[in-house]
Structures are given as structure tokens and as C-alpha cells.
């Protein structure tokens, strides 16, 4: 069984930084994608960041520059963290974190909130 634990959430003066970061245990092989997704008030889930397993990222315009995406598995454990430097009113969302296996098992995070205040 499957399971997906996110962690860093909260509330932050616009300007400031947060780390979110989530573990999942039991995936069983290798995990070809590590994602952020995130969805604001009123609006669809949207795609913020992506890690391939070769080492290859890509950010959405609205966060290229100020969010890293990372991963630092340890042994079954796999991770994925999110580091967002200077936050807006606009980065409010609850964030979800996604992972998609070798097998094409896709796991999804519970949903952390960040709020950020202008």
C-alpha cells in the first residue's frame, strides 16, 4: 500500500520563502515523474513543476525563477520538495505533490495549503 505524506504548508508575508516537501512509501520500481501541481481559489489544478528522472525540470511561467523542485529519496522512500522563494498573493493554492511510477501508477499528495499575504 501506497502511501503520500506532504509537510510544509502555512502562512507567509508576500516576499518570503516556504519549503514544502512530500515522501511516499511503497511505490513499488522506479518513479520516472515527481510533480507539484497546485490549484488556486476559483480555478482548475494547474502544473507548477516537474523533475524527470534524468535530472530534467520545468516550471510554469508564473513561478520560473523563484520555485526549485527537488527530490532526495531515501532508500524506498521517495521525495519530492518545492522550495518557493518570493511569494505573491498569486501563489495561494493548495499544493498537491504527484508521483507517476515506471509502471504508470500515478500517487497523489492529500493537499497542503500556503497562503501568502500582500
Known amino acids: 500500500q501506497v502511501q503520500v505524506e506532504e509537510s510544509g504548508g502555512g502562512f507567509v508575508q508576500s516576499g518570503g520563502s516556504l519549503r514544502l516537501s512530500c515522501a511516499a512509501s511503497g511505490i513499488s520500481g522506479n518513479v520516472g515523474y515527481r510533480r507539484w501541481y497546485r490549484q488556486r481559489p476559483g480555478m482548475e489544478r494547474e502544473l507548477v513543476a516537474t523533475?524527470?528522472?534524468?535530472?530534467?525540470?520545468?516550471?510554469s511561467e508564473a513561478v520560473r525563477g523563484r520555485f526549485t523542485i527537488s527530490s532526495d529519496d531515501d532508500g524506498a522512500k521517495k521525495t519530492v520538495h518545492l522550495q518557493m522563494n518570493n511569494l505573491n498573493s498569486e501563489d495561494t493554492a493548495v499544493y498537491y505533490c504527484?508521483?507517476?511510477?515506471?509502471?504508470?501508477?500515478?500517487?497523489w499528495g492529500q493537499g497542503t495549503q500556503v497562503t501568502v499575504s500582500s
Open positions: 523533475l524527470v528522472n534524468s535530472g530534467l525540470t520545468n516550471y
Open positions: 504527484y508521483f507517476r511510477s515506471s509502471t504508470r501508477s500515478t500517487y
